[in-house]
Nanobody, 119 residues
Framework: VQLVESGGGLVQAGGSLRLSCVTS????????MGWFRQAPGKKREFVAA????????NYADSVKGRFTISRDNAKNTVYLQMNSLKPEDTAVYYC?????????????WGQGTQVTVSS
């Protein structure tokens, strides 16, 4: 399974970015999709997740009300709309796909995209 993120970059505090992640995971609807991030010197942390239909989402407290995760199952793509960005949002953002079967839980990761928020 391949995941390719895009949309990262440099933005001023208060600005917005939209991350995209297109995946080869099939069928796409059998995967829960998510975003994680890792700042320099810190552990990777959960940001947001979305279930197969898009009907259920979950967010880290630090991004609630500012970030929105969504998915387009026809395009095999998950998005992360990031508004009101803060310098502490600076990190490498990773796309995550998880498939749960009777045999186990199978996570996959993208290569990451850098988001830098300047103050």
């Amino acid at each position: 399974v391949q995941l390719v993120e895009s949309g990262g970059g440099l933005v001023q505090a208060g600005g917005s970015l939209r991350l995209s992640c297109v995946t080869s995971a099939r069928p796409f609807t059998s995967y829960t999709m998510g975003w994680f991030r890792q700042a320099p010197g810190k552990k990777r942390e959960f940001v947001a997740a979305i279930n197969w239909s898009g009907g259920t989402t979950n967010y880290a407290d630090s991004v609630k009300g500012r970030f929105t995760i969504s998915r387009d199952n026809a395009k095999n793509t998950v998005y992360l709309q990031m508004n009101s960005l803060k310098p502490e949002d600076t990190a490498v953002y990773y796309c995550n796909a998880v498939q749960v079967t009777l045999h186990g839980r199978y996570p996959y990761w993208g290569q990451g995209t850098q988001v830098t928020v300047s103050s």
